[in-house]
């Protein structure tokens, strides 16, 4: 260590630098970690919220957009309620509409049409929960857009009118719209397409979106017999984000991006330690030359990239943290989240030590002789 420190104090200007290098990358990293976070929570937070251990779907419905256009019938339901593996599975509507409220404030909602009493009906934070045929419980996210529990909003097109008259207390949304919980009737009408006090297609009543199923206590659910049992396209509950709209489109961009950030970071710390190590060639030959072993060179160069990493990525970290704070609670989808923020600040040290242990490996190949400039 001590060469590490000698000459980070006498080379500062330079390790400054390139530590401002690393922090900006960090910096950059938490905001894309935010962003990407935000939209995850914008996407699917109205799935993530739902205590169920996986969905079943219509056999043979595409799967990047299985809630809006799988259809289930009340029959496959029940097929798979009697299944020993599972301990409750109740239907499930999915349905996104436009619509508009009393004052003509334009809405748009995903109505997830929910059986009242059961296990997917949602716990009402402010109002009261599902009861009323054409009462909703809407996210939190909702009433922060104009919207009050006591508003009717009227569906486009079939001109239904429904009463909000709960929230949920937090965000839940759906492909980037705030969901409305309503009793599975009521959805099953508005799914029919049918208008306001016309009759409703007897059939409408025995169909849903998917199947919600819950695990019996200790086991977990054989999705592949169930499926072929029951005639279903069954998915766990971490796979159905797969079938939110844009979901799958937005998370790999941003992953993408973060990977291509942490290559980047690699080989930045990479390729300068590698014309530092260069630089000092004389010096390590020295080193060399009085006993020093490649190993306590190896362990020095690595220590004295670790210090600039880490401080560099703390203080990135810092600023990115202060300035996400600025922009969570706006429009715009963005939440910091530790273990995605914790995640990023240990790959980008990691990665960063792995790109310096390429460049200070050269340390081994270092005749102290040549170095010298002697002959022989």
Do not use: C
């Not at 009118?161 to 949304?173: A, F, K, R, V």
Request: aromatic letters at 6%; charged letters at 15%; proline letters at 3%.
């Amino acid at each position: 260590m001590f060469l590490a420190l000698r000459e980070l104090r006498f080379a500062r200007s330079r390790f400054s630098l390139m530590g401002g290098v690393v922090a900006l990358i960090a910096v950059l990293m938490v905001m894309l970690s935010g962003l990407s976070s935000g939209l995850v929570n914008d996407g699917v937070s109205g799935l993530k919220a739902q205590p169920v251990d996986a969905f079943a779907f219509a056999e043979g419905t595409k799967t990047d957009s299985a809630f809006s256009r799988s259809v289930v019938d009340l029959a496959q339901v029940d097929a798979w309620a009697d299944r020993p593996d599972v301990a409750a599975a109740e239907p499930f509507g999915s349905m996104l509409i436009n619509a508009h409220s009393s004052t003509d404030l334009p809405v748009d909602l995903a109505l997830f049409g929910v059986v009242p009493g059961s296990f997917l009906e949602p716990d009402a934070a402010e109002g009261q929960g599902l009861g009323d045929p054409h009462g909703i419980v809407v996210s939190e996210t909702a009433l922060g857009e104009g919207l009050e529990i006591g508003d009717t909003v009227t569906v486009d097109r079939v001109g239904t009118e429904l009463t909000i008259i709960g929230s949920t207390g937090n965000q839940h949304t759906f492909g980037h719209v705030d969901v409305a919980y309503l009793p599975l009737t009521t959805w099953q009408e508005i799914h029919s397409g049918s208008a306001a006090g016309e009759e409703v297609r007897p059939d409408a009543y025995t169909e849903a979106s998917a199947i919600a199923l819950q695990a019996a206590d200790g086991q977990s659910i054989d999705l592949a017999a169930g499926d072929k049992a029951v005639g279903t396209a069954s998915m766990t509950l971490t796979d159905s984000f797969g079938a939110s709209p844009g979901y799958t489109a937005e998370t790999s961009t941003l992953m993408l991006i973060q990977v291509f950030l942490y290559a980047i970071s690699a080989l930045v710390v990479g390729a300068f330690f590698t014309v530092w190590t260069i630089q000092r060639r004389h010096e390590i030959a020295v080193l060399r030359a009085m006993g020093g072993s490649t190993g306590y060179l190896m362990r020095d160069g690595l220590a004295q990239a670790f210090i600039v990493l880490l401080v560099s990525t703390v203080a990135g970290v810092a600023v990115g943290l202060g300035m996400g704070a600025l922009l969570t609670g706006t429009s715009m989808p963005f939440a910091l989240e530790a273990p995605a923020i914790g995640l990023a600040f240990v790959l980008l040290i990691g990665l960063g030590l792995i790109g310096a242990a390429f460049a200070i490996a050269r340390i081994a190949k270092v005749d102290p002789l040549k170095a010298l400039g002697g002959q022989r």
